[in-house]
């Protein structure tokens, strides 16, 4: 086995290690934290495409038990609507490739998340337990952007990004494949469109399951 094939199956068993971390301790408090953060991506993504499409965000609200929601005003429904599972997705492999493929940027990334936390919870955050939680977890991840080496700033950004591309998926497998009932993004988008709730949560985690073997697929071919 040559060098580069051993960092790719060194850095595959590290991703599975993690992985099998977080099956373990997913209902413990040591998880919780990074829980709160993928509700707070989540949340971040239904604004962020209601502004995209010419809405305005009224507030964000996250909720102790690992729940959230979002208040828009405008923009499109069916956009924001779609913008919170995958948003999640979509943000935990970013940053995993910015982790694997711009390491050098690692801490500036870091330090960037922590300021985008900031932002948002001064500007749209409501209710104590968010305004606590963006404060904390923000400055928190500003400060290790800071003060890390870059190799442990990767590290960082890659256990944010798995655990971000993770929860989506599980998200979606749990409130809307397990609980096509409940009330969810795609119970919402069923009455704008329609189309039953469970095909959409089919749809999405369709669709996550793809993009995370095309990334896990990449970093393997790449030295």
Known sequence: MNPSERRRLLLITALAAYLVA?????????VYPLK?????????????A?????????????DAREGGATWVRGGSRFITLSAGYLGSLLWGLLLLAVARWRP????????????LLLLITVAYVRGAFGILFGL????ALFAAGRRLRQDAAVLVLSALGVTSAVYALLDIRSDIL???????????????????ALVWGVLWGGLALVACGLMLRRIWKTP
């Not at 977080?22 to 040591?30: A, D, K, N, R, S």
């Not at 502004?51 to 009224?58: D, K, P, S």
């Not at 397990?178 to 119970?187: T, Y």
């Open 36 to 48: 709160i953060f993928v509700v707070f991506l989540h949340e971040l993504s239904h604004a962020l």
């Open 136 to 139: 904390l977890f923000g400055c």
């Open 50 to 62: 209601a502004m995209a499409t010419g809405g305005q965000v009224a507030s964000i609200r996250l």
């Open 178 to 196: 397990l609980r096509p009932g409940a009330l969810s993004d795609a119970a919402l988008l069923a009455q704008l469109t329609g189309i039953p």
């Open 104 to 115: 050098r940027a690692a801490r500036a990334g870091v330090q960037g998340l922590g300021i």
């Open 22 to 30: 977080l099956w373990v301790l997913w209902p413990t408090v040591f």
